[in-house]
C-alpha cells in the first residue's frame, strides 16, 4: 500500500478515536499499529521508538518541575504570592482580574505548567472573583488565558520538550520566550482594563503593605531567582534546576513558611509521579507516530507544499506554520505535536534559514494559544470545570481575548531581534552567536 494512503489512514485512525474520547496516547497508538500493519515496519520497532521517546535527560526536567508546583500549591505557600498580587494591581480597574493575570506571571516561574496554572489559580482566585460578582465564563477565560504565560516563560515544560526533541538550546528557548510571555500578560492586563469588567476595585495599597507582602512572598519568589541564575551563569542545567528548585522548597520554604505540611511531602512526591505519568505515556506514543510519519516521508509531503507555497521567504514559512500548528493544536496538546511534527519544523528552519530558537518560540506561543481554541481547548476546558460553566460559554468570554494571542504571535515572526535580544545578551550561543575573531564579544547572525 503506497505511503500516503497509509498515513491518511493513521490520521483518520487517530482522529476518529480521539473524538470518540479515548486518550490521546492510546489514539496515538491505535493509528501506529495500522501504520505499522499496512506497512513493512514491525512491531518491535515501534515499539522500541517509543521507549526511545522517553529516554531522554533533558525530559527529567518536568517531573521536577511539575513537583515544584504541587508543594507550592499544596503547601498552600501560593496564598502569598496572591497577596502580593493584590498589593501591586488590586487598585487597578479590573480588580482581582487583574490579579490573576499578574499572579499567573508570578507562579508561571515556578511550575512551567499551564495545567498547573489553572489549577491553583481557581482554586485560589476562582471563588473571591465570583464572591465579588464576576461573570463566571469571563473568570474561566481570564484564568484560562493567563495561565498560557507558563508556557512561555521560564521554567517551561514546553520549551524543555521543544528544546529536548529538536536539539534546540533549552537555555535560549527560556530566555527567548520572556518577551513574548510578559506581552501576553501585558495584553492581558490592558485587555482587563479597557473591555473587562471593572470589578470591585480595592484601595491603593501603601508602599509599606506592598513591601511587606514582598517580604511575606521573598522565599518563594526566590524559586525563579534561582532558575534562571544558575542556568545564565552554567552552575547547573535546566534539568537540575528542577532538583534545585524542590530542594529550595523541601528544604527552606515549607519549614520556615509552613512546618506544618511537613509530613505530608511525600504524598507530594507521589501525586508529581502520576501526574508526570500522564505526559510521559503521551511523549511514547507521539514518538513512535511522529517516527511513523517521518519514515513514510509525511514530513516530506507537508515541507513540499508549504516551500511551494513560501518559497524560501521565512515569515510566510513561519505563517504557514503557525496556521499548521493552530489547526493542529486545537486537537491535540502541545507535547505530542511538538515531538510528531519536529521533523517538519527542522526541515523548515533550514529551508527558510530560521534561527531555530526564534522557530521554537514562534510555535509554542501557537501551542499556547491552541490551548484556549475549540474544540479541544485544554485549559479552556479545566478552567470551565473548575469555575463550573460550560466549555460554550468560556470560549465565547475567551474569543475577544484571542487577539492578543494573535498580535504577539505576529510580532514574535516579524521582529525576531527584539524575541532574541535577550539570549543574545545574556546567552549567545544558545541562538547561534560565536566569538568574534578580534577576541572581544559576539557576532550574531542576522
Request: charged share 10%; glycine share 10%; aromatic share 10%.
Amino acid at each position: 500500500m503506497s505511503a500516503p494512503v497509509v498515513l491518511a489512514l493513521m490520521t483518520v485512525c487517530f482522529l476518529s478515536f480521539g473524538y470518540l474520547g479515548v486518550p490521546v496516547p492510546f489514539s496515538l497508538m491505535a493509528g501506529v499499529f495500522i501504520g505499522a500493519i499496512l506497512s513493512d515496519v514491525s512491531l518491535a520497532a515501534i515499539i522500541q521508538k517509543i521507549f526511545d521517546g522517553v529516554d531522554s535527560e533533558a525530559l527529567l526536567a518536568i517531573p521536577f518541575f511539575l513537583l515544584v508546583g504541587e508543594l507550592m500549591s499544596s503547601a498552600n505557600v501560593v496564598v502569598r504570592i496572591a497577596n502580593l498580587s493584590v498589593s501591586l494591581v488590586g487598585h487597578i480597574r479590573g480588580g482581582l482580574s487583574q490579579v490573576v493575570v499578574v499572579f499567573s506571571m508570578f507562579f508561571s516561574e515556578m511550575s512551567g505548567s499551564t495545567t498547573a496554572d489553572v489549577a491553583v489559580m481557581s482554586r485560589a482566585l476562582g471563588g473571591p472573583m465570583k464572591r465579588e460578582g464576576y461573570d463566571p465564563a469571563f473568570i474561566a477565560a481570564i484564568i484560562a488565558s493567563a495561565s498560557t504565560i507558563a508556557a512561555l516563560v521560564p521554567p517551561s515544560i514546553t520549551a524543555v520538550v521543544y528544546g529536548a526533541v529538536g536539539n534546540v538550546s533549552i537555555a535560549g528557548l527560556f530566555m527567548a520566550g520572556v518577551v513574548p510571555g510578559l506581552m501576553i500578560g501585558f495584553g492581558l492586563m490592558l485587555y482587563c482594563y479597557f473591555f473587562g469588567p471593572s470589578g470591585l476595585r480595592k484601595p491603593r495599597a501603601p508602599l509599606r503593605q506592598v513591601v511587606f507582602a514582598a517580604g511575606d512572598a521573598a522565599l518563594p519568589l526566590m524559586i525563579p531567582v534561582i532558575l534562571l541564575g544558575g542556568i545564565l551563569t552554567g552552575w547547573f542545567t535546566p534539568t537540575e534546576a528542577g532538583v534545585v528548585a524542590v530542594v529550595w522548597i523541601v528544604l527552606v520554604v515549607i519549614p520556615a513558611l509552613n512546618r506544618g505540611h511537613i509530613k505530608s511531602i511525600p504524598y507530594d512526591f507521589c501525586i508529581a509521579g502520576l501526574i508526570f505519568s500522564l505526559p510521559l505515556v503521551t511523549i511514547g506514543a507521539a514518538n513512535a507516530f511522529g517516527w511513523m510519519l517521518a519514515y513514510l516521508r509525511g514530513a516530506s509531503y507537508i515541507a513540499e507544499i508549504i516551500t511551494s507555497m513560501a518559497g524560501n521567504d521565512p515569515h510566510l514559512i513561519m505563517l504557514l506554520m503557525v496556521l499548521l500548528f493552530t489547526i493542529v493544536g486545537d486537537f491535540i496538546e502541545p507535547v505530542p505535536t511538538i515531538i510528531i511534527f519536529m521533523p517538519l519544523v527542522n526541515t523548515l528552519t533550514e529551508a527558510g534559514d530560521i534561527n531555530s530558537v526564534h522557530m521554537g518560540v514562534v510555535l509554542i506561543a501557537t501551542l499556547a494559544f491552541g490551548l484556549i481554541t475549540p474544540p479541544y481547548g485544554l485549559v479552556l476546558l479545566m478552567a470551565s470545570k473548575f469555575v463550573g460553566i460550560s466549555f460554550a460559554k468560556a470560549l465565547r468570554a475567551a474569543l475577544p481575548i484571542y487577539l492578543v494571542f494573535l498580535g504577539t504571535i505576529a510580532f514574535a515572526i516579524y521582529f525576531p531581534s527584539v524575541v532574541l535580544w535577550l539570549p543574545q545578551k545574556v546567552l549567545p550561543e544558545s541562538v547561534g552567536c560565536f566569538k568574534s575573531p578580534a577576541g572581544t564579544g559576539y557576532i550574531c547572525p542576522k
